[in-house]
């Protein structure tokens, strides 16, 4: 009925009534139908929501296939998934460029829990946090300096360089030639620290020993490892360390062809040559990473640095090799006791 002839029946207050009622029935429905979607979008890929699972990414510099640094975080999220309240999703091979960007497609499917594998990761993590604040960020490694770091913000500075000290420690028990050779991987702080760590370790028990070190400048390299450990070995080194994640790999075989002696790093790799291997310095990872979920259900995740070495026993060795005679395993890990006791204090040198 249109506004002239209402009028004309005396009819057009209720057409204005009938006008409003609809306006407000429409409202009202528009209102709902935005509430039912802001609700579908919050609880889109919500863990805790759907089947009370926390949702835990990682990222990775490397492959899960390093048997080093990025298999042992590989590790501690299986762990956390076997434990049966994570739900886990991971990416390898992680660019420096594409950094944030991974941390932001996580964080934007609703992950509880985004861990970045590395020192790198940490700016990164520091800029993408301010914008989730929902979600918790977590970085294996050192934390950038001076950084303001949020509340849903945790950082582990593993102090690995005293780990590298004890098997700098053995190595220089060990030489018979007094010539070690080291192979590390990109020049970046925790493996400067790392190799300065090992070299003194190594000479505090043997003043005359060498190390022939080379940082090769990449973790993803295999060939560079191994012609860098064969240039070590043919400059007399009786012993190979190495610290290259998947570059180390070839370090290994160089040494595996020549019957050397190996100092290995990430996890226990002694299976890869079980004769030749006298140890491996190592960070427990899958202990960190895993602690990192209990942190987030007590309340108390977030919001510092932790730094954490052999005493707190994040930082070790792994058994000794068999070649190893008990009294120099016996020194050795009389040397660790005085680094737990305080009575030592590992030189931690980023330069």
């Not at 022939?212 to 450990?229: N, S």
């Not at 994640?245 to 890869?272: H, R, W």
Request: aromatic content about 8%; some cysteine; glycine content about 12%.
């Amino acid at each position: 009925m249109n506004y002239k002839l209402a009028k004309e029946y005396g009819l057009e207050n209720k057409l204005k009534r009938s006008k409003n009622m609809k306006k407000i029935i429409f409202s009202l429905m528009l209102v709902v139908l935005i509430l039912g979607v802001l609700v579908g979008c919050g609880n889109k890929g919500t863990s805790n929501d759907s089947n009370g699972k926390m949702r835990v990414a990682l990222l990775l510099p490397g492959s899960i296939n390093d048997g080093s640094w990025n298999t042992a975080a590989y590790n501690g999220l299986k762990e956390m998934e076997a434990k049966g309240d994570f739900e886990i999703a991971f990416t390898e091979k992680v660019a420096v460029n594409d950094i944030e960007e991974a941390f932001m497609n996580y964080a934007r499917t609703g992950y509880d829990l985004v861990i970045g594998h590395g020192f790198e990761f940490g700016e990164p993590a520091l800029r993408v946090a301010k914008d989730f604040p929902e979600v918790n960020f977590y970085v294996s490694g050192k934390a950038p300096e001076n950084a303001e770091i949020g509340k849903n913000v945790g950082f582990i500075d593993q102090k690995e360089f005293e780990g590298a000290y004890l098997a700098g420690v053995l190595a220089g028990l060990m030489t018979e030639s007094n010539k070690v050779g080291y192979v590390g991987g990109m020049k970046i702080p925790i493996q400067i620290a790392n190799y300065n760590a090992f070299e003194a370790g190594a000479k505090s028990v043997n003043p005359d020993v060498k190390i022939l070190g080379v940082l090769t400048g990449t973790f993803e390299d295999p060939g560079k490892g191994k012609e860098a450990a064969l240039a070590q070995i043919d400059n007399g080194a009786d012993i190979i360390a190495q610290a290259a994640d998947s570059t180390g790999v070839g370090a290994i075989e160089a040494a595996k062809a020549n019957n050397i002696k190996l100092i290995g790093y990430g996890t226990d790799q002694s299976d890869l040559a079980p004769t030749l291997f006298l140890t491996c310095f190592f960070s427990d990872i899958p202990k960190a990473i895993g602690m990192q979920g209990d942190k987030i259900k007590e309340g108390s995740f977030g919001g510092d640095v932790w730094k954490a070495g052999i005493k707190e026993g994040i930082v070790d060795i792994t058994k000794f090799g068999d070649s190893v005679p008990a009294d120099i395993a016996a020194k050795v890990n009389a040397i660790k006791q005085d680094i737990i006791d305080g009575k030592i204090k590992v030189p931690e040198i980023y330069q």
